[in-house]
């Protein structure tokens, strides 16, 4: 006589076993996807040039103003874009910088400025409330 396999029973075993190992495998792809980014954007010459000027939060608030209060309202309480007060807390500055130069989050643009306006902007954005 032949033995089936498995059992009716024994099938949404497997497929909460399959379930949980897709969901670890994505999660991984994740963190690996987190980790390259944030290499590749402290690599990026444009990022270290940035990250290593001191900057100005007056004139980091003027380029905020001019480019993205539109989106994130006046004082970064967010609009259109998301609430940028406590940003910096949340986000480290090479990922910010890389946000910002990327427009990889439509409809947020890509910026393209000099990296000592960077470094303003960053600078008002750690001023931020």
Same mark, same amino acid.
């Given at each position: 006589?032949?033995?089936?396999?498995?059992?009716?029973?024994?099938?949404?075993?497997?497929?909460?076993?399959?379930?949980?190992?897709?969901v670890?495998l994505a999660?991984?792809?994740?963190?690996?996807?987190?980790?390259?980014?944030?290499?590749?954007?402290?690599?990026d010459?444009?990022?270290?040039?940035? @990250?290593?000027?001191?900057?100005?939060?007056?004139?980091?608030?003027? @380029?905020?103003?001019?480019?993205?209060?539109?989106?994130?309202?006046?004082?970064?309480?967010?609009?259109?874009?998301?609430?940028?007060?406590?940003?910096?807390?949340?986000?480290?500055?090479?990922v910010?910088?890389?946000?910002i130069?990327?427009?990889?989050t439509?409809p947020?643009?890509?910026?393209?400025?000099?990296?000592?306006?960077?470094?303003?902007?960053?600078?008002?954005?750690?001023?931020l409330?």
């Amino acid at each position: 006589m032949i033995e089936p396999s498995s059992t009716a029973a024994e099938q949404p075993e497997r497929g909460r076993g399959l379930i949980t190992a897709l969901v670890v495998l994505a999660a991984s792809a994740c963190v690996v996807l987190v980790l390259w980014v944030l290499g590749n954007a402290r690599q990026d010459p444009y990022v270290r040039a940035s @990250l290593d000027l001191p900057g100005s939060a007056d004139h980091g608030g003027q @380029l905020f103003r001019i480019n993205c209060a539109g989106c994130h309202g006046l004082a970064g309480q967010g609009l259109v874009g998301p609430k940028l007060v406590g940003i910096t807390e949340q986000r480290n500055d090479p990922v910010l910088v890389h946000q910002i130069i990327s427009g990889e989050t439509p409809p947020m643009p890509s910026f393209q400025m000099e990296p000592q306006s960077m470094a303003d902007l960053l600078a008002y954005l750690h001023d931020l409330p």
